[in-house]
């Protein structure tokens, strides 16, 4: 093996060991307090941890800003910054289980400004404009996150209420189309729930009728005071890149979105640059004056037969 060959080879070692040498939840949980101010720093450590540790520290992240002092309007600033710090940070696979995670931890009066800011930002279908999704699609896609949180939210108090806070979420995001898109969420409820978040919460919360109010979801789970939406945007950060709807949309049987939508087998290159006799790469022509006839061996000039042309 030659000198460059194996300094190539030390290179390539060196950055795997970096990588594999993921930041550990015990030292990203020492520095929360930090973090929770500087969602930027946030963002940087989940993207620093394994899946499994990025869901456990958003989780302790948000028992910390839980036990923080502070008015209801600016411990919400707080959530919402986090929340959106840690879900933006988290890796493409991963953030499924971080919107189920931020669903699972965030107390309820604060989902009530998280689930109208994510529906704009992070998971609504016209978020990122290079990327399209077809009713069919983005249904596909608010069933699956939708049971991704029903999953996690089992064991968690008032399951109901923030399963119906992500039904929320998803209604708003995706901008009016298709209409029965409501009915076919609310029918992945639980019985127990499915009626009164149909006719009880998701009117008013949605001002049907009537001034927006989360009132009747906030009474059922025993909530704290509900912020001020005004006055908690106006004490949260501004993030960009958080749109995310594209890492949300692969298939079932793990095909990504660029496939489902052309085709597992398709190309995304038009068919004459991806072979075939319509484009050939290498230029061509019978003209043997031309600088780049086959017909010569190299060095020959132009218009110079070469012996050993066939």
Known sequence: MNKMLMMGVAVVAAFAAIKAEALSLADASGKIGDAVNDPAALTQTVSELSPADQVAYLAKVNEAIGKMPGSPDEKAAKYLDANKAAVKGASAENKKAMLAEVFATVPP???TLINEDFAESLVNRAADPSKTYTDEKYTEIAKDLLSAVQDRTKTVDNAGVRNTFAILMLIRASNGTPADLRNVLVEQLDPATREVARNDWIPPALGEGQEKTYEPMLGASDAGVQPNRVDVIALSTPQTGLALLADLAGTSDG?????????????????????????????RTSDPSAKWFGGYKRGEPAGYPSQYID
């Open 109 to 111: 009066e604060a989902l």
């Open 255 to 283: 095909t990504d979105f660029t496939a489902a939508a052309i085709g597992a087998d398709a190309s995304i290159i038009p068919d004459p640059m991806s072979g075939g006799a319509e484009l050939n790469r290498v230029p």
